[in-house]
Nanobody
Framework: QVQIVESGGGSVQPGGSLRLSCVASGSIFSDYAAAWYRQAPGKQRQLVATITNSGSTNYIGSVRGRFTISRDHGIVYLQMNSLEVEDTAVYYC??????????WGQGTQVTVSS
């Protein structure tokens, strides 16, 4: 049974930084590219960043240059710098191309406010 645990969220002021971590059981991150997603209040979950097994990364435009996705020994990280109010959301990790019917962890809340 797949288990995914995200951690590292919190409350910061605009311009602050957070580092999210994600651990998953099984081979989900060895068999697939990994990804971070986020869901803001009242909005659909959106893909934020991806990283392949070879280390190639991709980001949505609004976070490019501020967020960095990485992976090390099965843990997937999301370094978030220069945080903006619009980054407030629950952040989830999963395989790339995960669907809403797939298993999802509890996520980790990121709140950016002054």
């Amino acid at each position: 049974q797949v288990q995914i645990v995200e951690s590292g969220g919190g409350s910061v002021q605009p311009g602050g930084s957070l580092r999210l971590s994600c651990v998953a059981s099984g081979s989900i991150f060895s068999d697939y590219a990994a990804a971070w997603y986020r869901q803001a209040p009242g909005k659909q979950r959106q893909l934020v960043a991806t990283i392949t097994n070879s280390g190639s990364t991709n980001y949505i435009g609004s976070v490019r240059g501020r967020f960095t996705i990485s992976r090390d020994h099965g843990i997937v990280y999301l370094q978030m710098n220069s945080l903006e109010v619009e980054d407030t959301a629950v952040y989830y990790c999963n395989r790339h191309y995960a669907s809403e019917s797939d298993y999802w962890g509890q996520g980790t809340q990121v709140t950016v406010s002054s």
